[in-house]
Nanobody
Framework: QVQLVESGGGLVQTGSSLRLSCAASGTTFRAVVGWFRQAPGKEREFVAAITRIGSTAYADSMKGRFTISRENAKNTVYLQMNSLEPEDTAVYYC??????????????????WGQGTQVTVSS
């Protein structure tokens, strides 16, 4: 079993930066971890993913602005978000799949989810 807890969300202005954290506990953190986001009235959207050895994948619209990284010793995955725009406003979720080796872009590829953290970007 893997438990995930996101933190770091908040209210910021356009152009600001935020770093989200996803802290994991459980039997293993050698999992593929992904970040997704969901805005009101919209489907959950892939943001980025990272494998146990640090291979990454990004949604095209986030590439260059967002960076995913991990500290396995701290059982934590980060999402650094720069140049935030109002369109980035959403609840951000991290998810994990302990049995995958490659980045996964679909919610159905993940077994475990955190509760989410709200990011609001004002114009």
């Amino acid at each position: 079993q893997v438990q995930l807890v996101e933190s770091g969300g908040g209210l910021v202005q356009t152009g600001s930066s935020l770093r989200l954290s996803c802290a994991a506990s459980g039997t293993t953190f050698r999992a593929v971890v992904g970040w997704f986001r969901q805005a009101p009235g919209k489907e959950r959207e892939f943001v980025a993913a990272i494998t146990r050895i640090g291979s990454t994948a990004y949604a095209d619209s986030m590439k260059g602005r967002f960076t995913i990284s991990r500290e396995n010793a701290k059982n934590t995955v980060y999402l650094q978000m720069n140049s935030l725009e109002p369109e980035d406003t959403a609840v951000y979720y991290c998810a994990a799949n302990p049995t995958r080796f490659s980045p996964a872009r679909y919610p159905t590829d993940y077994n475990y989810w955190g509760q989410g953290t709200q990011v609001t970007v004002s114009s």
